[in-house]
């Protein structure tokens, strides 16, 4: 039995913590399958309404593991594509998909596809210390786990090839000031702040929050103007009628804190 995904369970919400700390939480592919599997977990369970990603120690995640173990060669590297396909690249696509929102406390350094697996979740918290940097470069690779995507939405093209071409690592102010993610915090009361995210996610409705994942999907994968109003009108019909809107609605006219996901 490994413990190298740590699930941290509450009534409404659940905490994955990557825990190989003394490699800064470099993932493999059993480790990338555990966290697959516990983002399902939490998925199927109706009573859980957020999720926060983070990392054990002073690392958030280092990207692929490149110690022990790794034998690439010139004759016969391993399959990388196979390998991203499979493993990196589902987690970043079970976050997108999920109906949950999940929080990224950022701890310590982000690299590789760390940077990638903080990046797709939906809110970013980050120790004013920690560090993302894209490393792929510094070993022959090119950025994957979504981050030629992440970065140039959320930074622009020339902040994206230049993070990337040249691997420079940014601190977490910087990535705030750039808009790669949400706040940058002190070290100290990083706990305290995603906690406070969490208990406003556990409180929020629900069901809206899984129709603006949908909504902001669509938006990243494209969508014209015209396609995303026609999805926001029909997302607000299905927020219409849910017993979320009832409730948001009377608590305002009775001039009193909604209750939500009693429904
Ligand atoms: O397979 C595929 O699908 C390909 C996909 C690839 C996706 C990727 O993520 S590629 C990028 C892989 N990651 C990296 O290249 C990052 C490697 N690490 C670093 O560059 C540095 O460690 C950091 C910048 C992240 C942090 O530097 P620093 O000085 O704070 O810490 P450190 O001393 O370098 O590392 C501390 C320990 O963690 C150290 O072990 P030791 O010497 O104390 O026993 C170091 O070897 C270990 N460590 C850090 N990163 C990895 C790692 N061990 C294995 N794999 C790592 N990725």
């Known amino acids: 039995m490994t413990d190298d995904i740590l699930v941290e369970r509450h009534p409404h919400w659940r905490r994955l913590v990557l825990n190989r700390p003394a490699k800064l939480n470099a993932v493999d592919a059993p480790m990338l399958e555990r966290l697959i599997a516990a983002i399902g977990e939490a998925e199927a369970d109706p009573a859980c309404r957020v999720l926060v990603l983070t990392g054990a120690g002073r690392g958030f995640c ?102 990337a071409m040249l691997g420079d690592a940014i601190d977490a102010e910087t990535a705030e000031r750039w808009g790669m993610i949400w706040r940058a915090v002190d070290d100290a009361a990083l706990g305290a702040e995603t906690d406070a995210i969490v208990e406003r996610f556990v409180a929020a409705p629900a069901e809206a929050i899984a129709g603006m994942k949908r909504l902001f999907a669509s938006v990243v994968a494209g969508a014209s103007l015209e396609a995303q109003l026609a999805l926001e009108a029909r997302e607000q019909g299905v927020a219409g009628r849910s017993a979320d809107f009832a409730e948001g609605v009377r608590a305002f006219q009775e001039k009193r804190p909604p209750v939500f996901n009693r429904g």
Request: hydrophobic content about 50%.
């Open 62 to 163: 280092a990207g692929q593991e490149l110690g022990a173990g790794v034998t690439p060669s010139e004759a016969g590297a391993p399959d990388l594509e196979a390998l991203a396909g499979r493993y990196h690249h589902e987690v970043v696509r079970r976050v997108r998909a999920s109906r949950l929102p999940f929080i990224a406390a950022v701890n310590g350094v982000a690299a590789g596809a760390g940077v990638g697996f903080a990046l797709t979740c939906d809110i970013v918290l980050a120790a004013r210390s920690a560090k993302f940097v894209q490393a792929f470069v510094r070993i022959g690779l090119i950025p994957d786990s979504g981050s030629t995507f992440f970065l140039s939405h959320l930074v622009g093209d020339a902040r994206a090839r230049a993070l």
